[in-house]
């Protein structure tokens, strides 16, 4: 409990102090998230090119946040290109790589493909935050709070109603402790403070704020048991051990990955 009330602390403080603590906590949650997606790739007998995964996904926020202070100066010209050419020279580089220095690898090919799905399962996913945050190209803080709300009751609302009415199980064989009563409750608080969010975010349409909350309600309960998925498949317990007792920060982020490229696409078809 103290851990976890230590990390909301330093969680809810970097968000609202500035845009630029913001998106260093966030680069620094990402890269852990990142390196214990790997080591549990390496518990499944692959050989991650981390370094390089991680090289990538830090390149990515770096090339985000230049483009947004250039959007704003109304300097961006080309870079949305050049970055994108960039990323797609990453395979590129991961086969030369694995080509020279992994030939006697037993799995190669799978090495290069679980370092790319490092980056589309956690590395893309989480640099999305800074999308939603700099809506309108100006960094908004409030909209990762009630972000973050909708996951928490999202959470909440699942553990107590599952507690209290949970009869059938929604994925036994993934997540045994998950069940369908849990998953309705969930989505009813979600829904709850998606509404109340109107008194945080007056500027928002109610429709909109109900329509983030059936997001966060639907794919962070899909993101908490694909996260699930990925750890029996490679037989660990939990993504790590950074909060003793909670797990790895991709434990505590996990309902972030699938909920985070709805709401950018949403939130950019909406603009």
Not at 160 to 187: D, M, N, Q, V
Not at 215 to 233: H, W
């Amino acid at each position: 409990m103290i851990y976890a009330s230590i990390g909301a602390v330093l969680l809810l403080g970097s968000v609202w102090y500035s845009a630029w603590s913001f998106a260093l906590f966030f680069a620094a949650v990402q890269v852990k998230m990142l390196l214990e997606f790997y080591r549990m790739m390496r518990a499944g007998g692959y050989a991650p090119a981390k370094w390089i995964g991680v090289g990538a996904s830090l390149a990515t926020i770096a090339g985000l946040v230049f483009m947004v202070a250039a959007n704003e100066e109304g300097t961006l010209g080309h870079a949305p290109v050049v970055a994108i050419a960039l990323f797609l020279c990453l395979p590129v580089v991961l086969l030369l790589r694995a080509i020279v220095l992994w030939p006697k690898h037993s799995k190669p090919f799978s090495d290069v493909a679980v370092t790319l799905a490092g980056l589309f399962y956690v590395g893309f996913p989480m640099t999305l935050l800074g999308v939603i945050a700099n809506f309108h190209t100006t960094y908004d803080y409030r909209r990762i709070f009630g972000l973050l709300f909708l996951v928490w009751a999202s959470d909440i609302g699942a553990y107590a109603a599952g507690k209290t009415f949970g009869k059938h199980k929604l994925a036994p064989s993934i997540s045994p402790g998950k069940t369908w009563e849990g998953w309705a409750g969930g989505f009813l608080l979600t829904l709850a403070v998606g509404w109340a969010l109107t008194f945080m975010l007056p500027d928002v349409p109610l429709a909109h704020l109900l329509v983030a909350a059936g997001v966060v309600a639907v794919f962070g309960p899909l993101g908490d048991l694909a996260e699930s998925m990925l750890k029996r498949s490679v037989g660990v317990k939990d993504s790590g051990t950074f909060m003793p007792g909670h797990g790895g920060l991709l434990d505590r982020f996990d309902a972030f990955l699938l909920v985070l490229p709805v709401l950018a696409l949403l939130q950019l078809l909406a603009n």
